[in-house]
């Protein structure tokens, strides 16, 4: 029995009468006994997205660091400084930056040293630096960059810890068992971030297709999924919702609110003593002029050309910014777009690249996503 079935079963006795009410109305209404179910009408109603390309205040195309063999988290010595890698999330980067930054402590700590170096000040970077003061450590992140100039800003911003983090034709497999440690550290963490001003929150994700979508095992990595961690998702029949389709899943999902959440990480970071320095790291004699032993890397993209890894590629991905809509709290994917409403925006967008460098935003690929999410907005119900 699941974590979420027997919490179903143990019902105490004085809720009898509420259950017996329940189980006359629609599965839905028992998982989410809501506002929006409109009973004249028969459906449960959601707010329609205002979408049109003058609401659009912002495009960007960011690059997920990918490697086929999953994110490179082991430890190799470089003259005299021991590197600990952590770099390499792929479209997962958020979701993991906890778990795989453990992972990375484990190591650091290992080694006994406590001055460390972190090199990048991206989700993965702070992440680790904040876990690593947890553990007693003095740690200086050294960085090209700061935000918002780097690619977590770019990011969607939501639980996806599978998402294209390996291609599970060549990870090892026991990359799968790490992939579950360090995902289900992350999930804890993340639940100590909940409640503070909404920099992490929890908000109703709907998929929605004509039909039900076939899947294809592949470069996502998607396969990978820890039962029981999220709630589950469920399958809605017609009567719950206002879609013109017939495969409409939903359930509950993590989101972060990506600029708060940065700016909350940093603060932290530097109310514990941490320094930031921007550095660029050109070359491995850059790393061995640092005055710390040991160093972690969690460069991103960037750490290619230092430690030449050919598997690192990015894999781009566009996102345009809509302009806020205060009744929109939920995220919605489908057949080749998908969006999520932040505090600082409404993100719509879903491609993949796989080996794209650049960064410039393609009117293209905005009127497409604008368009399939447009036709579904105006078939809606309601
Ligand atoms: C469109 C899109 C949507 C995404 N959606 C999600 C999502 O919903 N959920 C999720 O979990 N993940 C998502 N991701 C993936 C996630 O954004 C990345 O995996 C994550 O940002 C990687 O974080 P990072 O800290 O490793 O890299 P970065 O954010 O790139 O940070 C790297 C840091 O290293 C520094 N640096 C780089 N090179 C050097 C150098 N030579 N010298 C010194 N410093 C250097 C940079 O300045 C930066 O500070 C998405 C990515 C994209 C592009």
Same mark, same amino acid.
């Given at each position: 029995?699941?974590?979420?079935?027997?919490?179903?079963?143990?019902?105490?006795?004085?809720?009898?009468?509420?259950?017996?009410?329940?189980?006359?109305?629609?599965?839905?209404?028992?998982?989410?006994?809501?506002?929006?179910?409109?009973?004249?009408?028969?459906?449960?109603?959601?707010?329609?997205?205002?979408?049109?390309?003058?609401?659009?205040?912002?495009?960007?195309?960011?690059?997920?660091?990918?490697?086929?063999?999953?994110?490179?988290?082991?430890?190799?010595?470089?003259?005299?400084?021991?590197? $600990?890698?952590?770099?390499?999330?792929?479209?997962?980067?958020?979701?993991? %930056?906890?778990?795989?930054?453990?992972?990375?402590?484990?190591?650091?700590?290992?080694?006994?040293?406590?001055?460390?170096?972190? /090199?990048?000040?991206?989700?993965?970077? @702070?992440?680790?630096?904040?876990?690593?003061?947890?553990?007693?450590?003095?740690?200086? @992140?050294?960085?090209?960059?700061?935000?918002?100039?780097?690619?977590?800003?770019?990011?969607?911003?939501?639980?996806?810890?599978?998402?294209?983090? &390996?291609?599970?034709?060549?990870?090892?497999?026991?990359?799968?068992? *790490?992939?579950?440690?360090?995902?289900?550290?992350?999930?804890?963490?993340?639940?100590? /971030?909940?409640?503070?001003?909404?920099?992490? &929150?929890?908000?109703?994700?709907?998929?929605?297709?004509?039909?039900?979508? *076939?899947?294809?095992?592949?470069?996502?990595?998607?396969?990978?999924? @820890?039962?029981?961690?999220?709630?589950?998702?469920?399958?809605?029949?017609?009567?719950?919702?206002?879609?013109?389709?017939?495969?409409?899943?939903?359930?509950?999902?993590?989101?972060?609110?990506?600029?708060?959440?940065?700016?909350?990480?940093?603060?932290?970071?530097?109310?514990?003593?941490? !320094? $930031?320095?921007?550095?660029?790291?050109?070359?491995?004699?850059?790393?061995?002029?640092?005055?710390?032993?040991?160093?972690?890397?969690?460069?991103?993209?960037?750490?290619?050309?230092?430690?030449?890894?050919?598997?690192?590629?990015?894999?781009?991905?566009?996102?345009?910014?809509? @302009?806020?809509?205060?009744?929109?709290?939920? !995220? /919605?994917?489908?057949?080749?777009?998908?969006?999520?409403?932040?505090?600082?925006?409404?993100?719509?967008?879903?491609?993949?690249?796989?080996?794209?460098?650049?960064?410039?935003? %393609?009117?293209?690929?905005?009127?497409?996503?604008?368009?399939?999410?447009?036709?579904?907005?105006?078939?809606?119900?309601?």
């Amino acid at each position: 029995m699941n974590r979420r079935s027997f919490f179903a079963r143990a019902v105490p006795a004085s809720f009898a009468i509420g259950a017996v009410a329940a189980s006359c109305a629609p599965k839905s209404q028992q998982l989410y006994p809501d506002k929006h179910f409109h009973i004249s009408r028969g459906y449960h109603q959601i707010p329609k997205l205002r979408l049109s390309t003058d609401r659009i205040v912002k495009e960007t195309v960011g690059l997920r660091p990918f490697r086929a063999s999953g994110p490179r988290l082991d430890v190799e010595k470089l003259g005299n400084k021991t590197i $600990v890698h952590n770099y390499g999330h792929g479209g997962s980067g958020w979701s993991l %930056s906890w778990g795989t930054g453990n992972i990375a402590r484990k190591n650091v700590l290992a080694t006994n040293e406590k001055k460390i170096a972190v /090199l990048g000040c991206g989700t993965v970077g @702070i992440a680790t630096a904040r876990l690593l003061q947890e553990s007693g450590c003095e740690v200086t @992140i050294y960085t090209k960059d700061v935000p918002p100039n780097i690619t977590s800003n770019l990011a969607t911003g939501t639980w996806s810890p599978a998402s294209r983090v &390996c291609d599970v034709k060549v990870a090892k497999p026991e990359f799968r068992t *790490v992939w579950e440690e360090a995902t289900r550290f992350s999930f804890r963490r993340f639940q100590f /971030l909940l409640g503070m001003n909404e920099i992490a &929150c929890w908000a109703e994700e709907y998929g929605v297709f004509r039909e039900m979508p *076939v899947y294809t095992p592949g470069a996502g990595g998607e396969d990978f999924e @820890i039962e029981g961690l999220l709630p589950e998702r469920v399958k809605l029949d017609s009567r719950e919702h206002p879609f013109k389709a017939n495969h409409v899943t939903r359930r509950s999902n993590l989101m972060f609110n990506i600029p708060a959440y940065l700016r909350h990480q940093l603060t932290d970071f530097v109310m514990f003593g941490g !320094k $930031v320095k921007i550095q660029e790291i050109r070359k491995p004699e850059d790393i061995d002029a640092l005055q710390e032993n040991v160093v972690v890397n969690c460069m991103g993209l960037g750490a290619k050309p230092v430690f030449n890894d050919e598997e690192l590629t990015p894999v781009s991905g566009q996102l345009s910014c809509l @302009i806020p809509q205060s009744d929109i709290h939920y !995220k /919605l994917y489908t057949q080749g777009a998908n969006f999520i409403s932040r505090k600082d925006g409404i993100f719509i967008g879903s491609n993949g690249i796989v080996g794209n460098w650049d960064t410039t935003p %393609s009117k293209e690929q905005t009127e497409k996503t604008v368009g399939i999410l447009q036709k579904l907005m105006e078939e809606m119900k309601g």
